[in-house]
Nanobody, 116 residues
Framework: QVQLVESGGGLVQPGGSLRLSCAAS?????MGWYRQAPGKQRELVAA???????RYVESVKGRFTISSDNAKNTVHLQMNSLKPEDTAVYYCNGKFYSGIQSIDFWGQGTQVTVSS
């Protein structure tokens, strides 16, 4: 059974920082963080492949950094200069190949609230 275990969410003041972590029970070729705010669609925040390629949504560029520890099947999202609009449930996503088929797994989600 594949599992993605997230940690690191919480309440922080505007301008503060949080670090999210996601530990996978197996190697993934892609891991990403998505978020969903109330009344909005889930969106990609940042992603990283096992070759180290990264991508970010425009609104977090320069503030968030995604990194991975391939040996530990773990991905981190360092979030700095947080804004109220970053408030959302953050979900970890991982993808791996089963034969030629790409399989998706999601974490349970962790709440990030940016408020004074």
């Amino acid at each position: 059974q594949v599992q993605l275990v997230e940690s690191g969410g919480g309440l922080v003041q505007p301008g503060g920082s949080l670090r999210l972590s996601c530990a996978a029970s197996r190697n993934m070729y892609y891991m990403g963080w998505y978020r969903q705010a109330p009344g909005k669609q889930r969106e990609l925040v940042a992603a990283i492949t096992n070759s180290g390629s990264t991508r970010y949504v425009e609104s977090v560029k320069g503030r968030f950094t995604i990194s991975s520890d391939n040996a530990k099947n773990t991905v981190h999202l360092q979030m700095n200069s947080l804004k109220p609009e970053d408030t959302a449930v953050y979900y970890c996503n991982g993808k791996f190949y089963s034969g030629i088929q790409s399989i998706d797994f999601w974490g349970q989600g962790t709440q990030v609230t940016v408020s004074s």
